[in-house]
């Protein structure tokens, strides 16, 4: 077998043609900056997609969507209740922090990345109701989470009660949120707005775009700011039509769906051939966790399969938009063999 | 002529077709953020532009390299140089501030947004060595300047030598350093570290480029910390090769030089048309500052050329590497017509 | 002549008795932070100085109290209007922006460091409402100003009115307030909220305190982020009853007039002495500006006077609430002398 | 009986008689902020103390003189390990986060707030070595803790021994560190730069101070931007005079240690008292945390004393300086007759 198959992550991917159309396309002269023909269609196309107006801001990393979401909803004195395993706390070398002005991050636990209103309450509970400490001001969610997990409409509901009835904002970090909506098969509406969510990162670089996340406001009032927020950071690019043509291309025909649609189920064959002894938490999105010893890690690598370790004795096999069917068939089959 | 001529900035020019086919190029699965092939050969490419060992980050906005650039040279408590027409004064909206975690610009005087050394000895003067007044910490110039000026390398030294007088850091935001280069046909290492410059904030977005700007520490071991402050502003993107396929394309066979010569020329004509009693500055790069009254401009506006006006009686007319030929001979010729 | 008379600066004044008194009185157990007796009749004794409720927070210097007062009128991405000379731009180590969030201050000129209105229009009318640019969101204006200038109800109350137009905060910096009240003999009132102001920062130091300055806000909602502010800053002292206890000394019975009185008088005969030749500027507080050659400050100096230069060819003489009386006279004596 | 006993808090106790009367023999005229008489001998008193020279600085606060060290020890970009009920985390409304651009802490466990050369080997060990994560900069640990708890000589040696192997930055938070050397009976360089400290909060106001802590650090050079930051944090007062009385009163003939002499031995009477059935912890400096039903915590308000709940069945005793030798008596015998 000649190239490594690689499961290393869905970041490694290449971008779906359709997105590099889109850019060919969009390679003319236009207004600069987010005053361009493309970027000023992309409200419409999200509120199309999320069942109401809702105010879309165009970035370049989930990194810069989640840090301005979160700094819409939280004070610098003011802290962010997230999972110990979100990426906002171990991946985004403190840009939460930077963004909020010096929030604290509250970090709480939960099987597979996903925290439930009990545990939430319960550490609301810890806080003291004075100036000497930070005070919670927004709870910020991932899904599918880092773990391949879903909330479903009805648990994301769930904490969005909590999160009125606490005066908490509501922040869904969804670098994989397609994923989690083929998954649940589900409206949109029903994993943010309509569940009581204010704002979301809505991936599309992990599904097949090349370089453009987008920040949805479900209220645009909580945008205002935001503009000035993304300049500030150096996130309004001059030429930005060539984010939101990317943005407008995977909303196309549902394409963001149909792409994660093939990432879950390439996972789902994994998980399959894994079977329940091998799987460390359920996969249902695109991120399959397995057992395996060091010597079983090996002996997929020798087969030509690259892939993270993931703590002690366990693997991250992650498949994405354009996993090749005889990759994934390939490892399935060595997983069933070892 | 159906379509208008426009004539408001290179940030609304396409990106030139080289970048797009290392776009299609680059379109397969590879490492994450910067451990790709194409990132890996950034550092040797800007090495060989500038002749000497650099290190070379790219990100996606000239706002985040010359932020990036100032937090490597400017501590909280520390104060930078710049012109009042500075882009990171008026333009970035404070950007070098969020950065910098608030550092102060002090803003001079100079014509075409050029600072001379003795203007900056006559402001650093004004500051008291105490702990009362943040401390000068790093001059920022921008070449070729926000009016169409440029510094000699001669010039430039003469700055670089205050600064190392002074312990000043240097900086240089080249969004139109390729303009700065072609028009003075010199070496690149002669307007940057050889006069002196720490970092250079390279631009390639408004000379073709889709969405790839380059940092460049001349000192590699500035840059140490920009690494871990690019990705906690959100800049360190996950496929990001798609950037350094634009700045390796842009630097191959000097496409970079190519693309500003034919702007700085299409700018040239222009300025020839206007003649000394209409240009309100020489123009040195792709910038063409012109006196013109209300009737005049409504005049060219009637005639399908759009620019911005520039202050009362004055516009500004921005030429780009694809400035078309014809368009810019009817500009030329309907000025000389006024 | 024994020690020297010195003419440098009220900071160097001792604090007057009635404050030492005070320390005594409240050196007993109490509650911490603000929970004491003393913290609690601040608002209420600050609330009877101005007549309305106002919000009153102890803080230990006008440092932090005019940038508190800045956090609370001014979001990161905002500009604070203020004079070239103001105290928040040269003598705050970069304060303002450090509370703020990275602010920009935008500077004005007028003679005396006092801003009129057109002056400021015209500053406003040099922004672009766009995302490019820091949109001003705050008046900040020094009453006394830092050249012993005042402001009238009139003129602070025309400042007001632009505030509102233009949707401005607008804050004082009163490290000289009560030489300010004292000169105009109007009430506290009329040079602050009836004239639109939103927050004081009320200086005692300057004016016979030892440590206290007050910070006031005319609309209370206004303060309810900056106790989480003052905390965070570091200057929520854990005694802080000796914070409180210090200026209800000084509001005790008009102290903070009667010294700023005192200071104003003494000032006031400096200025008569030096006659209009000499004086640069009205002498409108307890700061008094006068030309004098190199020689003749050496020889004031050399009878034992000691006070700043100020720019070359000028001293500045500052007077205090307890200037001893024989060496304002002497001071007099020798300047009518020169 | 006539006024509550009160047990709350060392914060509460009034300042000691020679605190008063630095204040008034500091009540004269001197050079403003830190260039007085007094302020000039605080290097030389702390050198004295510590066996070293050392550079110092006062501030009003333990929040302040904590955040300006971590300031000093850790980037933006870095984390500072600390206990999970180190006063930094808890008690001080982000205050580090605020000093250092949104540095984050890292909490770790261990009994009595204390934290072990394992525990934190741990918790380094979960960082991976990339920009991703915020790298460790720093280790915190409060001496005497936040739990009664002392660190000896030898345990924070073993964890400079960490600090210097690791990389990380040292700090004490001191404001106990009186009643921890008090206890130890050591020198106060055995338990600092002996023993790898960098930066010590060495506190004043809880064991007789009015308003001064003592900001320590043992290498003079990280001091440097150290008084930038101060007064950028508006905590160089203008009458620095009377902090530094008041440190430099509390250093002379050791009152420091007299006072925490007598606030620990009350302690330890009411730790007797207790008895090891009751106490929680032992009692090595001056906080007492016994084990109490919520009727025993009722019987014993309804005698007279004050104190806090501390969780549920525990409550925390809090001796002072000038704990009444009574009332230490009565509670001790009260505790006895539960």
């Not at 939960?110 to 309450?121: Q, R, S």
């Not at 000035?228 to 291309?249: D, P, V």
Request: hydrophobic share 50%.
């Amino acid at each position: 077998m000649g190239a490594a198959m690689r499961f290393f992550s869905d970041n490694a991917a290449p971008a779906c043609p359709e997105v590099l159309e889109a850019l060919a396309a969009a390679n003319r002269m236009d207004t600069a900056y987010d005053g361009d023909a493309w970027s000023k269609r992309l409200n419409a196309a999200l509120s199309a997609v999320f069942e109401r107006d809702v105010e879309a801001l165009w970035v370049s990393t989930g990194t810069a969507a989640n840090s301005l979401a979160l700094a819409a909803l939280c004070p610098p004195h003011g802290s962010i209740v997230c999972h110990r395993d979100a990426h906002i706390q171990n991946d985004e070398c403190g840009a939460p922090e930077f963004y909020t002005g010096g929030a604290k991050l509250l970090l709480g636990e939960g099987e597979g990345a996903k925290l439930a209103p009990d545990t939430i309450a319960a550490m609301l509970a810890t806080v003291r109701n004075d100036v000497h400490q930070v005070q919670p001001a927004a709870l910020s969610i991932t899904n599918a989470t880092e773990y391949g997990r879903v909330y479903t409409p009805a648990e994301t509901a769930a904490l969005g009660d909590l999160c009125k009835a606490r005066g908490l904002g509501f922040d869904v970090d969804g670098a994989r949120f397609a994923n989690a909506v083929a998954r649940l098969d589900c409206a949109p509406a029903e994993l943010t707005w309509r569940a009581g969510v204010d704002a979301l990162s809505f991936g599309f670089v992990k599904n097949g775009g090349l370089s453009a996340e987008c920040l949805v406001f479900f209220d645009p009032a909580l945008a205002a700011a935001t503009h000035y927020r993304r300049k500030r950071a150096g996130h309004l690019l001059s030429k930005g039509r060539y984010l939101a043509a990317q943005i407008l291309a995977m909303l196309d025909k549902d394409l963001w769906l149909a792409n994660a649609r093939a990432a879950n189920g390439a996972a789902a064959r994994l998980a399959q051939a894994a079977g329940d002894d091998r799987l460390v938490l359920p996969a249902e999105a695109n991120e399959v966790f397995i057992r395996v010893s060091a010597e079983e890690a090996a002996a997929l690598r020798a087969q030509g399969f690259d892939f993270y370790d993931w703590g002690p004795g366990e693997a991250r096999l992650v498949t994405s938009w354009d996993s090749d069917p005889d990759h994934v068939d390939a490892l399935a089959a060595a997983i069933r063999a070892l």
